[in-house]
């Protein structure tokens, strides 16, 4: 009997021991991506039934202590999990660069969002205000339209109304009253390798929002407002 038992439970053990392994790659991609750990899990294993898999996620959950570990491999790995969408972008104003992933199929990552409100700060003042997530979908849909893993080069993304108003006032007519920019819904960019018109098309074709061209000052504005394009 003692012996039954002792085999039943190595059974048992060697089960979870193979769950485990066949779970961990997703579940580390997981809690670095920073995905609510009950939506991550339910999503892991499609052919386990949800009451047997919410059971065991207490218990894979404790391996987050020994994932959380090895940060720069995690990065360098994250942009392969399925349905993630990445975007990458240098600021002409301040010489930062940022690469990352802000998206993961439905779920998008607040610590990413977070990161990109900050990068994309008022660069006059520095304020930092929230970034419409549509505009990122928007600069992704871009990006695979032009067929390019170029970084956005970033004229202007936040700005605060004091800033707004003060280049009213001093840039010559063509900043908006109402800019969307004050909302976090317009960025003002061009991408190396690609002609500024090319840029101007594929976002007139997306349909997706405001288009502007401004081909003296080298750049193209988007928003996700509504559709609408001026500037030629």
């Not at 990552?109 to 205000?129: M, N, Q």
């Amino acid at each position: 009997m003692l012996a039954a038992a002792v085999s039943h439970s190595q059974a048992g053990f060697t089960k979870k021991y193979w769950l485990v392994q066949a779970l961990l790659p997703k579940i580390k991609n997981c809690l670095f991506l920073a995905i609510a750990p009950q939506a991550c899990m339910m999503n892991l294993a499609p052919d386990t039934s949800r009451r047997t898999f919410l059971h065991n996620t207490a218990k894979l959950a404790a391996l987050g202590g020994l994932l959380a570990v090895g940060s720069g491999s995690a990065l360098a790995s994250v942009k392969n999990v399925k349905n993630s969408r990445s975007l990458a972008f240098e600021h002409l104003h301040t010489n930062e660069h940022l690469s990352l992933v802000y998206a993961v199929g439905d779920s998008l990552l607040p610590r990413a969002l977070g990161r990109l409100d900050l990068f994309l700060r008022d660069h006059y003042s520095g304020d930092v205000g929230s970034m419409d997530p549509q505009l990122f979908d928007l600069l992704y849909r871009l990006r695979m339209a032009l067929g390019t893993r170029e970084p956005f080069q970033i004229i202007s993304g936040y700005r605060s109304p004091n800033t707004n108003g003060r280049l009213r006032q001093t840039g010559g007519g063509g900043v908006a009253k109402k800019s969307l920019h004050m909302e976090g819904k317009a960025i003002d960019l061009r991408l190396p390798g690609v002609a500024l018109v090319d840029l101007r098309d594929a976002a007139l074709s997306l349909q997706a929002g405001g288009v502007g061209f401004y081909p003296n000052d080298n750049f193209v504005h988007v928003d996700t407002g509504a559709v609408r394009s001026w500037g030629g």
